[in-house]
């Protein structure tokens, strides 16, 4: 007390006395020192003996109370001080009074470090000394007010930025910076009042403090307040949607909490701006910041449940203060390579919020220069051990990310058409739409990025993914000429015949070429036509893959009739040829491209062309047996081509045809073949409504026809049981026969799985929040990078005969049983041959040569065993 005494009559008697350029010297260095001594005492003091304070112990509580006395009067000492300064000083040069920021500081952060952990230095007796915190905190507060008055009138020199004027502003900035830390759950408005202070006084003396403020710790701090503000206005929001009665006092406090968040934003937007070219190391924490609030708003999956009211007001108010803060950072390329980063790992909840940033960049990037969107949509090595990745592909990888948000489906805010009411759109519709905004405002220079990132996403795994690229590349082509069009086609063409087997690349690569011939013109058909001959067999593969529907009708028919008569050319080729399964993928091209003629063309087929197909058909069935086909799968896609063929002329069938086909597949499907060959027999059995069997093979066929509904019912496949009950329901209303119809149905299982499916009942009661619950679980469950194929794997495809497989995709065993399969199945055709013609001159000498040669295999398997 005697200390605090002198201290007062010091700043009160003599003080006002003293020359205001020696205060430092005579003053300030000498008393300052050690009433920060005093006061760090004093703390000690009172946060040891705290924990003895009780209501009986008036000993200690006297002592307390005392110590806090004493420090709201030493604070009130300090504030003389500093209100000295100011009165007596228009300008302030820091340098004559630098001992007196830094020690006010010190007794404020202490002070409000106090204040702040009170709950926990006096446990439960606080309120025994809860009036003297109370104006301890009060004091502190009108110190720290008045200091910063102090502060806003220093003057520094804006051509000198090395000395100790810049040091001790810089000093005084950061330990404001670490009060905030301190205050920001205690006073809002106080907390607020700082910040605003020290991102004036940043921008005051910004052209001497530039190079040595930690603008990391700043811009981390104010992303932390951002973030803190954002989670307090979701919680209120929370609280009143799950409150009937709605809390005026409440909503208040959330409208302050929300101008609060606009605050912190705007101070992060303006700080920002001005000092850019400094934020190299704060990307990272800027990128995080716009990923986790937008995880937290609607429409994320991991968004808090908020009114729409509430919704609409956060994001007016405060989202809407993001957006300049992106176009801020658009032209910085550290920002550009935290956000394109190759090897960005996020976690499930933010992989949405990072697609739509993409989105957004991509919306801003057109009105920017050349060499920005150069900079954006190019990849480039940035160091041996980093890359960046194009925007363009890391919006299609970044979506393929989003599976959880697809399947559900979310819902964004539409494009506003003129005239039109804004319609909710899903994911998948909000990226294409803006993907093709910025295709069309392309610039030139950058076509081939755009190609390569269409092509690579067309070529993804995931099939959504090849789907947006396609829907992309289908506008290329209609906003694009038509000479744009035939170059793309030609070049999808060319990589089809140059795709080493099937491979779901190849599937990809057969959808976008039908999808792009519709948008050809006619002359530019013309010359595809002269260009990939449907005349030449070679070139069957990509006739199979085009609608003919997309040919004006004379150019129709003419395409049709020749690759019909080329695809039966090959077919009887191969019927005269050896029958090896090395020659089935010419077979198979073949039969894919009549197929496609028949579906897209049939009425430019004469009868003749039909009878041929029907015959060559029939023929090649009679190759087909149960264990050729569940041995080897080039023989399964024949089989799958062979059935939808047969259907589609279903009513010009031979009865005995038809009963061997459904003989065939009643023994196929009891030996559960693969899903694909099930959805082919389907496809085959559900055209069979359309026909009235003949009374005598109607006892070999209707039975066979109910077995194999009644097995393909009971499949546990969803994707097959769906469509074995639309197959069943199709059949049922088309069928003469509906006796089979109850016979299908072998269980009472299997007959309320069909009337569930017939009343549109059955399916499981979900509230809206557990159908997020679950697709947030599954997308956490099954999400992951999806594995890059490799050349090898790419050249090999699973529907290759199992002897030209890589040797590395089967253990050993397994491939000599597939070996063995293939030879006994071989012979099976053979002896199938002899029965129905005589043997060729040339048979008889090249069984001799096998026999030779398996006595030599035997041979070397006996010398294995010794």
Not at 318 to 324: A, H, W
Not at 682 to 692: T, Y
Not at 789 to 810: C, F, G, I, N
């Amino acid at each position: 007390m005697e200390h605090i005494q002198i201290l007062k009559i010091i700043v009160e008697m003599f003080l006002p006395h003293m020359n205001h350029l020696t205060l430092e010297q005579t003053f300030f260095s000498q008393v300052l020192p050690k009433t920060v001594k005093l006061f760090d005492d004093m703390m000690y003091e009172l946060t040891s003996q705290a924990r003895g304070l009780s209501s009986q112990n008036l000993e200690i509580q006297t002592t307390l109370r005392n110590i806090l006395q004493t420090m709201v009067q030493l604070l009130g000492a300090l504030t003389g001080c500093v209100q000295h300064v100011c009165a007596t000083q228009e300008s302030i040069v820091l340098e004559n009074i630098h001992s007196l920021p830094s020690s006010v500081i010190h007794v404020i952060k202490s002070t409000f470090v106090h204040c702040k952990n009170s709950e926990s230095v006096y446990s439960g007796r606080l309120h025994l000394v809860s009036d003297l915190l109370q104006a301890l905190f009060k004091e502190a507060y009108s110190l720290q007010k008045q200091l910063m008055e102090l502060l806003d009138m220093v003057c520094m020199d804006p051509l000198v930025d090395e000395n100790d004027d810049v040091l001790n502003m810089v000093i005084v900035i950061h330990s404001l910076l670490e009060i905030c830390s301190v205050i920001s759950s205690m006073d809002h408005a106080f907390h607020a009042n700082t910040w605003k202070f020290i991102i004036k006084q940043s921008l005051k003396h910004q052209s001497v403090i530039k190079s040595q403020l930690k603008h990391k710790n700043i811009i981390t701090s104010l992303c932390e307040d951002v973030l803190f503000s954002f989670h307090s206005c979701l919680q209120l929001a929370e609280q009143m949607a799950h409150s009937d009665a709605q809390d005026s006092a409440d909503y208040r406090l959330f409208q302050k909490t929300v101008k609060l968040c606009r605050f912190f934003a705007n101070s992060l937007l303006h700080y920002a701006k001005e000092f850019l070219p400094f934020l190299s190391d704060s990307c990272c924490t800027l990128h995080q910041l716009y990923l986790q609030i937008h995880s937290k708003f609607p429409p994320s999956l991991y968004a808090a449940r908020v009114s729409k009211a509430q919704q609409e007001e956060m994001a007016s108010t405060f989202l809407v203060t993001l957006d300049p803060l992106i176009s801020q950072l658009l032209t910085f390329q550290p920002f550009l390579q935290v956000v394109l980063d190759s090897k960005l790992e996020l976690p499930c909840e933010l992989q949405f919020p990072q697609c739509l940033l993409l989105v957004v960049i991509m919306d801003k990037l057109p009105a920017q220069p050349e060499d920005v969107q150069t900079l954006w949509c190019t990849e480039s090595q940035v160091s041996e051990t980093t890359t960046r990745v194009s925007l363009l592909r890391a919006i299609f990888s970044s979506f393929e990310q989003c599976s959880g948000e697809l399947s559900l489906p979310v819902h964004l805010q539409g494009v506003r058409s003129q005239g039109q009411a804004e319609v909710a759109v899903t994911l998948y519709q909000h990226v294409c739409v803006h993907l093709c905004a910025f295709i069309a405002s392309f610039h030139p220079s950058l076509f081939p990025e755009l190609d390569a990132a269409l092509l690579n996403a067309v070529l993804s795994a995931n099939m959504i993914t090849s789907l947006l690229a396609m829907d992309a590349w289908c506008f290329l082509a209609r906003y694009g000429s038509a000479e744009l069009c035939a170059h793309h086609v030609t070049i999808v063409a060319h990589l089809i015949k140059s795709c080493p087997g099937e491979c779901y690349q190849l599937t990809n690569l057969s959808v976008l070429l039908r999808r792009l011939f519709f948008f050809m013109a006619p002359p530019q058909q013309v010359e595809f036509i002269q260009k990939f001959s449907p005349k030449e067999a070679e070139n069957l593969p990509l006739w199979q893959c085009i609608s003919f529907r997309a040919l004006p009708a004379e150019l129709r028919k003419q395409t049709a009739h020749e690759v019909t008569r080329v695809g039966i050319a090959q077919c009887k080729k191969w019927l005269s040829g050896t029958h090896t399964l090395g020659e089935l993928e010419s077979l198979i091209a073949a039969l894919s491209a009549l197929l496609a003629v028949c579906s897209s063309a049939s009425e430019a087929l004469d009868t003749g062309q039909q009878t041929a197909v029907v015959e060559v058909g029939s023929q090649l069935w009679a190759f087909l047996n149960v264990k050729l086909v569940i041995g080897q799968p080039y023989v399964q896609q024949t089989l799958n081509l062979l059935l939808p063929l047969l259907g589609f002329f279903i009513q010009t069938l031979d009865p005995q045809l038809i009963q061997q086909v459904v003989t065939l597949q009643t023994s196929l499907l009891r030996l559960e073949p693969p899903d694909h060959v099930c959805l082919a027999v389907l496809d085959f059995v559900c055209s069979l409504g359309k026909l009235f069997i003949p009374q005598a093979i109607q006892d070999k066929i209707l039975p066979n026809l109910s077995s194999m509904f009644a097995l393909l019912l009971t499949d546990r496949n969803w994707l097959l049981e769906q469509h074995t009950l639309e197959a069943f329901t199709q059949f049922a209303e088309g069928t003469n026969h509906e006796e089979i119809v109850p016979q299908c149905l072998s269980s009472e299982e299997t007959k309320n799985k069909v009337v569930s499916f017939l009343e549109k009942t059955g399916f499981v009661d979900e509230t809206a929040a557990a159908r997020v619950e679950r697709v947030k679980k599954e997308k956490g469950i099954f999400w992951e990078p999806f594995a890059k194929v490799t050349v090898e794997e790419a050249k090999w495809s699973s529907s290759q005969p199992y002897a030209k497989r890589a040797r590395h995709e089967l253990p050993l065993e397994e491939e000599y049983r597939s070996a063995v399969q293939a030879a006994t199945g071989a012979l099976e055709t053979v002896e199938l041959l002899l029965q129905k013609s005589p043997a060729p001159d040339w048979l008889l000498m090249k069984m001799e040569t096998l026999q030779e040669r398996i006595d030599k295999l035997k041979r070397r398997v006996l010398e294995g065993e010794t």
